[in-house]
């Protein structure tokens, strides 16, 4: 009963081959040259993020963007609103002082939402590189809450196919088994895997539970710490 969403995840990489390889190279770049990867989403779009900061195998040059009013933890229904009110994703990129320098993904699966597309337009204004990952088709068929849809305004756009409403089965009329974290996830391994490619020297993380962990760990965190307030 998951061969399709097993078949899903092969179409959606093999689909993105050229952008994946786009954003490798914009984030080992950054990287290089002393910029930060900055990692934005609100709502469950927050799975991905987690998935790209201080984990095991990850990149040490990753700084999470959020707000604690887009937690859905901290309040469901609040965290809904709290994405949709113009403003909140202007302030959170500009706190954040993204440069020319960084790179910024940003995780949407609808990217119609202010929230996201803010932080788009801020690090689009700065000169920083906008890596989108989002459903083109679901953008395309959702309410159009601020001036643009997210994939209009990234230089690089992942297009993770989630059908609109995020579900999957029964394949007839789908109502549940949502696919985007399972899709988001697998395109950042695929971009983690061209990454070590490009610059297998790149700071990551190593697992705590692991020997030497702790000490690899540590000196990332010295390193990075300045910078990245969240570690």
């Known amino acids: 009963m998951i061969e399709d969403l097993t078949a899903l995840v092969s179409r959606v990489v093999e689909g993105n081959h050229d952008a994946l390889d786009e954003a490798a190279d914009a984030i080992a770049a950054s990287g290089g040259s002393g910029g930060l990867l900055y990692a934005a989403g609100a709502g469950h779009s ?3 993020v987690m998935e790209t900061f201080f984990r095991a195998g990850g990149l040490a040059f990753v700084r999470p963007l959020w707000d604690h009013s887009i937690l859905p933890l901290a309040g469901a229904r609040a965290s809904t609103a709290a994405e949709r009110e113009p403003g909140l994703g202007t302030d959170v990129a500009q706190r954040a002082g993204i440069t020319e320098a960084d790179a910024v993904l940003i995780f949407s699966n609808s990217g119609v939402n202010p929230y996201p597309v803010e932080i788009a337009q ?20 959702a309410p159009k809450r601020a ?9 690089i756009v992942l297009d993770t196919a989630v059908p609109a409403g995020d ?32 610059a297998p020297d790149a700071p990551r993380w190593t697992s705590a539970n ?5 000490e690899v760990n540590a000196a990332l965190v010295e390193r990075f710490g300045p910078r990245i307030p969240e570690l």
Do not use: K, N, Y
């Open 167 to 198: 579900v999957t089965w029964p394949p007839q009329a789908p109502v549940t088994a949502p696919a985007s974290t399972i899709l988001t996830a697998s395109l950042w391994a695929a971009i983690l895997r061209r990454v070590d490619t490009l």
């Open 46 to 48: 927050l799975a991905a």
């Open 210 to 214: 692991v020997a030497g962990g702790d």
């Open 147 to 155: 001036g643009h849809r997210l994939f209009e305004i990234s230089d």
């Open 122 to 141: 801020h690090a689009h204004e700065v000169g920083a590189c906008v890596i989108a990952m989002t459903s083109v088709d679901a953008s395309a068929s």
